[in-house]
């Protein structure tokens, strides 16, 4: 049974005046030594340690699995994380990488059966800056079904936090198309677990038993605890943000941030993305009632007990595609991805908690088509750093670069 937040509006204004005190946003590409590749990401960790993770197309059997560090803001040379020829690589399922102490983990999706969406959660660990352990698996139940839509947390002592999507439910359901609905068998269900340099689970827990199947998921740290938000999915296929945060040594019920009721029977494959700032949280995601595309953001000061009304953010025809950071205590920035005729651009805006949003500015020219991927951003040290997938004719490549506030 699914659980609804009372809305209380909290004061946000849900007016757009404008007046951020920001005249322009500009990105300054910053280059990668990326000749092929795709599903980038970024992790900053409290050290000011900034990384970029992708994966790298060696040839039409292999993919590598890479990593860089930004350094006087350049990016070193790229380091191998693994490699394989029976990865299961996607444009909306990313791996990631994740930063606890002097450990680094890594998550990449791997091959575990012959059917087209069997596939296992793989994680490495690089303890004290050796070499890369024998990856591990971080659900158990041994079933070839499919598994992925990773989000990884650092926990203290080296220690780490992950959530994801797990279909061991849905084995002997008829997968169509990847994002477009799987089928009418059991449900994706959302699951997490804690683990340590050795790969030792702790704290397994299915989260929610009935979610969206192929939205990303994300999570933040909340002081010692942390928070998820993802694409839930009712029994009538209304699927609409939902959030549950670990308190006090439990999880809370999953509950709606708002009642979009968007009611579609294949998944979209646009999840939401939070930020946080102390008590203070954000969430920023697409929705489409009644083929009525959107982005929207939320605010929340208690820690998720209470989210406000949406604040509507895309210019009016959005691809979603969504990330956001906090800038100070008062403003977040937002970036999605906007269509324009036969392209999509890449676009920010600053939005406070009172409703005040800024202007529209795009920050780079992107391709329309899932090859694109997913833009991601970061914040480290204050600064603002973007990846996305550049499309060159039936190439593909990572690009970075750092988002200027003038």
Known sequence: ??????????LFSLSCQKDISVSNIILKEIPIACKEGGESNL???EKGDLFLSWVEYINDSTDVLQYAELKNNEWTNPQEISRGSDWFVN???????CKSGDNLAAQWLQKSASGVYDYDVRISINENKSKWSESFIPHRDSIPSEHGFVTMLPLENGRFFATWLDGRNTKGEGHGDHGHGHGTGGAMTLRTAEFNSKGELKNEFELDNRVCDC???????LNNNYAV???????????????????????????????DNWKITGCPVNGPAIAAFENQLAVVWFTAPENDTRVNLSFSENEGNDFSIPIRLDDGVPEGRVDIEWLDENRVLVIWMENIED????RAKIIDKKGKISESFSLHNIHQSRRSGFPVLAKNNNRFYLSWTHVENKKTK?????????
Request: glycine residues 4%.
């Open 1 to 10: 049974m699914k659980y609804l937040i009372f809305l209380i509006p909290l």
């Open 398 to 406: 990572i690009k970075t670069g750092e988002i200027v506030l003038e």
């Open 343 to 346: 392209q999509a651009e890449i």
């Open 229 to 259: 938000v993802y694409r839930d999915r009712s029994e009538k296929e209304i699927r609409d943000i939902s959030f549950s945060k670990f308190d006090g040594g439990n999880w809370t019920l999953p509950k709606t941030i708002h009642s």
């Open 43 to 45: 992790f900053s960790d």
């Open 215 to 221: 939205c990303q998921t994300d999570a933040v740290k």
């Open 91 to 97: 444009w909306a399922d990313f791996p990631s990488l």
